[in-house]
Nanobody
Framework: QVQLVESGGGLVQAGGSLRLFCAAS????????MGWYRQAPGKQRELVAA???????NYADSVKGRFTISRDNAKNTMYLQMNSLKPEDTAVYYC????????????WGQGTQVTVSS
């Protein structure tokens, strides 16, 4: 059974920083694309940043220049460094990964809350 577990969320003042972690565990042959999504109350889930297995990245316009996505393929982990946080960044952040194990599937983590106070 494959699991994705996020950590690193919390409460921070506007202008502050947080670093999110996502760890994949279980029977894993390889991990293709990975990404961070977020969902604010009353809004749809949106892509924040994505990264391929080769390290190519893609960001939502709203976070470009402030957030940095990275991954460690040897450790099956992904990170999101969030700087210059704004109140509008407040949301539950979810980790997503396309994983090949016994089956090939898109997995989601349980989410971690990020709250930015003004």
């Amino acid at each position: 059974q494959v699991q994705l577990v996020e950590s690193g969320g919390g409460l921070v003042q506007a202008g502050g920083s947080l670093r999110l972690f996502c760890a994949a565990s279980g029977t894993i042959s390889s991990i293709d694309d990975m990404g961070w999504y977020r969902q604010a109350p009353g809004k749809q889930r949106e892509l924040v940043a994505a990264i391929t297995s080769g390290g190519s990245t893609n960001y939502a316009d709203s976070v470009k220049g402030r957030f940095t996505i990275s991954r460690d393929n040897a450790k099956n982990t992904m990170y999101l460094q969030m700087n210059s946080l704004k109140p509008e960044d407040t949301a539950v952040y979810y980790c997503n990964a396309h994983i090949r194990g016994w089956v090939e599937y898109d997995y989601w983590g349980q989410g971690t809350q990020v709250t930015v106070s003004s």
